[in-house]
């Protein structure tokens, strides 16, 4: 069955950098486009990036552009978010996904809390 599992999350100060990874496993990844959400307590759900399966080709929300960058390692079967310059309103549940025949599968989420 398919499985998300994130790690990285953290206390991290206002400026600072974290790296987040996705291990995925019971579906063949490099054929799947992978997404990263959050959740800020209060708030909707929100796309944050996007990568594609093979050429790689990424799209990030508004809010985090030129802040965070998506990557992928097919070998590895792991999906990346690298956040850096980070802001006390980066703060939420970080979740990874992947839409598979139509379905949205979901990690269990890492926290990431930017505070000083």
């Known amino acids: 069955q398919v499985q998300l599992v994130e790690s990285g999350g953290g206390l991290v100060q206002p400026g600072g950098s974290l790296r987040l990874a996705c291990a995925a496993s019971g579906f063949t990844f490099s054929t799947y486009p992978m997404s990263w959400y959050r959740r800020a307590p209060g708030k909707e759900r929100e796309l944050v990036a996007t990568?594609?399966?093979?050429?790689?080709?990424?799209n990030y929300a508004a809010s985090v552009k030129g802040r965070f960058t998506i990557s992928r390692d097919n070998a590895k079967n792991t999906v990346y978010l690298q956040m850096s310059s980070l802001k006390p309103e980066d703060t939420a549940v970080y979740y990874c996904?992947?839409?598979?025949?139509?379905?949205?599968?979901w990690g269990q989420g890492t926290q990431v809390t930017v505070s000083s």
């Open positions: 996904n992947v839409r598979r025949h139509g379905y949205d599968y």
């Open positions: 990568i594609t399966s093979t050429l790689g080709i990424t």
